[in-house]
């Protein structure tokens, strides 16, 4: 059956929403938006100092040194001041700048976290200008005028709290969140997908549905399933069991620890140690030289043991190896989505571990 013109037409167009890392013209407009930001909020509060401002990969953001603090009311007076900066069509100027010449102009305007700033920079030393009217230490990239951006296409999202350089023993900073897209369609589509992604959080839907609970005394992101939420799981698993055995995986039983040199030469332990759990080691002398034992982060180390296990002929290929589903573990995971600002996260995997050997 052919679709008429009419139905074609009723159907909605997707909005693309690319990350930063993936659109330069992105990249450009979200590091000049969080500079006009930044600007703007130098000229509505004085006294605030700017440390660091870079885009992220679903926006842009810059901490303050306030001695007040930014409420939600003063977002809306920053971003009223964003959208005079970029009507004034101001040129973004790269100039580059002896490391000496840019610490004199850092002092002339007292500005110290860009003394330490200037200090862990390569040369070339270079600075964007808004016009004649604000700058900042930068190494781009950028648009070349403020004219460049849409302010209806720009939002401010939020202010949280920050430690310089990341370290809790310094200075406590404020950071203001926001995001900038090429057309207002995009933004309208972004608030749409965050608002979806709230609606949908799973620690209010395991609440209100009864599906699982939480506990600080068994830790974050572990769930206790309830009655109710078991059913529902035991419904999943099945399925994927039987979507797994269609599929030729046959099923395996591997062990939740190793030895951590397994991981060792598989690469796990090099790339990913900070995120799996701690080393279980019989003493202190053990574990300096790293020797000891550790939860599984991954279950394929296991399924190539088993490979390697026999002589095997290239009929035998492919062999795809599944562990069972109650003999999973995962690492300890951490989100970095748009939506978690680098919270912890409910991770419940129910993949059984597969690996594919060809």
Known sequence: M????????????????PRTSE????????????HVMAMAVQKLFPKAQVTIGPWIENGFYYDFDSPDPFTEKDLKAIKKEMTKIINRKLPVIREEVSREEAERRIKAINEPYKLEILADLQEPITIYHLGDQWWDLCAGPHMESTADLNPDAIDLES???????????????QRIYGTAWETPEQLVEYKRRKEEAIRRDHRRLGKELGLFVFSDQVGPGLPLWTPKGTVLRSILEDYLK??????GYQQVVTPHISRVDLFKTSGHWQKYKEDMFPLMADDDELRAEEQGFVMKPMNCPFHIQIYKSELRSYRDLPMACRNRLENC???????????????PILISSINGGTTHLH
């Open 329 to 343: 573990c995962a690492a300890r995971l951490w989100s970095s989505c748009p939506f978690s600002r680098l919270k």
């Open 242 to 247: 039987q979507e797994q055995v269609q599929r």
């Open 159 to 173: 202010v949280a709290g920050a430690y310089w350089r990341g370290d809790e023993t310094k200075a406590q900073l």
């Open 2 to 17: 052919v679709k008429s013109d009419a139905s074609v037409a009723e159907q909605p167009q997707k909005i693309n929403l």
């Open 23 to 34: 659109s330069e013209t992105l990249k450009k407009i979200r590091h000049t938006a969080s």
